[in-house]
């Protein structure tokens, strides 16, 4: 086995992983067949995965390469294939004869004068509304362009995109389409995507599809497949990578900010906190102040109580022996001949005071009973109330004051015998004399 087909096993993957990379070119190849009879022409056929795969779509397809060893396995499959040079081939075919010209990873293996030298003589070998094919790897992707490009050592150069388009336009091609190719399925999801992404996540392959003027009806044939969008390219997953990003940002400034807010929050709590804290402190210093000057204050009362007490104890002592002393005094008093001699003169004292007391209340009884006779009869009140204002005075007013102590408590009220002896003048007065006995008699 060559060199080279031991590194296209080995590095560009299984007759069944190309020919699955393949059938997306279905939407473009299938409606050819349908047209009649359509000839393919494949330049660098390789192991001829595509022509078997045309076979499939009904195209009759022949292939060229210049590797002996890669159209061996195409021989062994029983496809239609040649040795040779693929510009030469291209120039050998009539023109106007092919529906379909191909080339996959050929145009990065020669310069590019002869790249629009092949476009251009595909052009010519082309019926109205064939095809041309050019599939080669995608310096959008920057792993590729920049790494995996140089693993075979037959590149010459990566051929940008827009740079391979503008070249079939320019040959005169009536309308082209760039399909990118083999990118990851997860980049068409909203999943999110890492650096590694925008690296090595644009389509690692991508061809110009361009189709040669033809009556518009042939050519509507082919409308859906050419507006259809195919793969991603670079600058598309940047700004995703981007947009991701600064949403990803937004989210965490926001973040940030609700976080800064709680913390705003808990600082002025903690701030209102340590306010009230500060001001219930001072509140106690303050109450404790004023429980230390109410301590002062108390241990000075009780200071005072104590003095005070001290001397009332003091004064108690005194009293109690003045107390005691005067009890002595007493007891030898009692005790003594003197108090026994004069007993009996103490007792004629005592008598006399009781005898001079029971005298006053008899007399003044006798008093109080002939000034009720006295009032009994008003003649004689008449007469004695003025004699006694003439003459006497003072005796009128002692007797007064005696009819009245002697009738303060409780005044005896006028018998009926004696209110009917009583003019109602007399009984007027005599009602006047007991009501200014009872005050006179509160008063003292």
């Known amino acids: 086995m060559s060199f080279y087909r031991a590194f296209e096993d080995r590095y560009r993957g299984s007759r069944a992983t190309i020919t699955g990379r393949l059938r997306a070119y279905q939407p473009f190849v299938a409606p050819l067949a349908a047209e009649g009879r359509a000839d393919a022409l494949d330049l660098g056929c390789g192991r001829g995965e595509w022509l078997e795969l045309l076979g499939d779509y009904g195209l009759r397809a022949r292939g060229v390469d210049l590797d002996d060893d890669m159209l061996a396995a195409c021989r062994e499959r029983g496809l239609q294939v040649e040795t040779g040079d693929a510009l030469a081939a291209l120039r050998a075919v009539p023109d106007d004869s092919l529906a379909l010209v191909s080339a996959f990873h050929l145009v990065e293996h020669i310069p590019f004068d002869m790249v629009r030298a092949l476009i251009a003589e595909a052009l010519r070998a082309l019926r109205p509304g064939g095809l041309l094919i050019l599939e080669t790897p995608n310096p959008e992707n920057l792993v590729v362009g920049a790494s995996s490009f140089y693993m075979d050592p037959s590149h010459l150069r990566p051929i940008p995109p827009p740079l391979l388009a503008f070249a079939a336009e320019h040959a005169g091609f009536a309308r082209h389409q760039i399909v ?72 965490l400034h926001r973040a940030l900010g609700r976080q800064a807010e709680r913390l705003d929050a808990e600082h002025a709590r903690h701030q209102a906190e ?11 210093e303050q109450q404790q102040q004023q ?40 007891a030898d008093l009692l005790a003594s001949t003197s108090w026994r001699i004069t007993a009996p003169l103490r007792a004629a004292v005592t008598f006399g005071q009781r005898a001079r007391g029971w005298a006053r209340r008899k007399a003044r009884g006798a008093v109080l009973a002939g000034g009720r006779w006295v009032l009994r009869h008003p003649r004689l009140k008449r007469v004695l109330r003025a004699a006694l204002t003439r003459l006497a005075p003072r005796l009128q007013a002692r007797l007064l004051r005696s009819m009245l102590h002697a009738s303060a408590a409780t005044p005896a009220p006028l018998r009926q015998e004696e209110a009917g002896v009583l003019s109602p003048r007399a009984a007027r007065a005599y009602q006047e004399l007991t009501r200014a006995a009872q005050q006179a008699a509160s008063k003292e």
């Open 274 to 284: 340590q306010a009230a804290g500060a001001r219930r402190l001072r509140q106690l």
């Open 180 to 251: 990118r190719l083999q990118e990851a399925a997860q980049l068409h999801t909203d999943a999110r995507i890492g650096m590694i992404s925008v690296l090595e996540g644009p389509s690692p392959d991508y061809s110009v599809v361009a189709q040669k003027a033809a009556p518009a009806r042939q050519m509507a044939a082919l409308d859906a497949a050419f507006a259809t969008e195919y793969g991603i390219a670079l600058a598309p997953l940047a700004q995703r990578y981007d947009q991701q990003l600064a949403h990803e940002n937004a989210e």
């Open 291 to 330: 429980l230390e000057q109410r301590l002062r204050q108390t241990a000075e009362h009780l200071h005072e109580t104590q003095r005070h007490l001290h001397h009332a104890s003091v004064l108690l002592q005194e009293t109690t022996h003045k107390a005691d002393a005067m009890g002595q005094l007493a």
